[in-house]
């Protein structure tokens, strides 16, 4: 059972973000980080701008609705700041991976001018694979459920062998201390 009265982390702002996620930052989807709960949930949103380069560049044709390669990424990413976010010095040379496989239920479509938020949550961990749930909403609608499983990487011989490594709010401090806001 997981404890329901995790320490909660202030939100992250881009800049924070950049700083955490090993991907180019024209790349990053996520804006911003809303309410996260390492190692159980967190809550990101972008605002889905025209405007915006990279959202132009993936909406074909001037299309109104986001390709749904996007509302991956967009849970992948969520679901890596937080694996990001719930390490410990218990953890030792393990790095998290990004989510390699999933399975996604697309349920309406994601429009330009909308803001998308994405709600991850740990489903299980067991030997360094976590899987992730994700729902991912605009505007209040259900947008996409999607299912992540990440794997350990096999060449880091440092593995979590069980969920007994929590963050704890010390360790939690500890880690994040060069992130302004997340104290």
Sequence with gaps: MRDTDAPSLSPLRRAEIERLLPIAPEWILVERVVECRPP???RTCRRIEAGDAFVAAHVPGGAQALRESLLIEFAQQSAY?????SRTEHDGASQ?????????QFL???SVGELLVAEVMLDDMADGV??????LTCDERIVCRVRMFAAPDP???HRVKSPASRVTAREGRARRRDIPGAD
């Design 108 to 110: 309406a479509s994601a």
């Design 96 to 104: 998290p991976r990004p989510p390699a496989r999933c399975s996604a």
């Design 155 to 157: 060449s880091v011989k």
């Design 130 to 135: 976590v899987l992730h749930d994700a729902i």
């Design 40 to 42: 159980d949930y967190i």
């Design 81 to 85: 700041l937080l694996a990001l976010l």
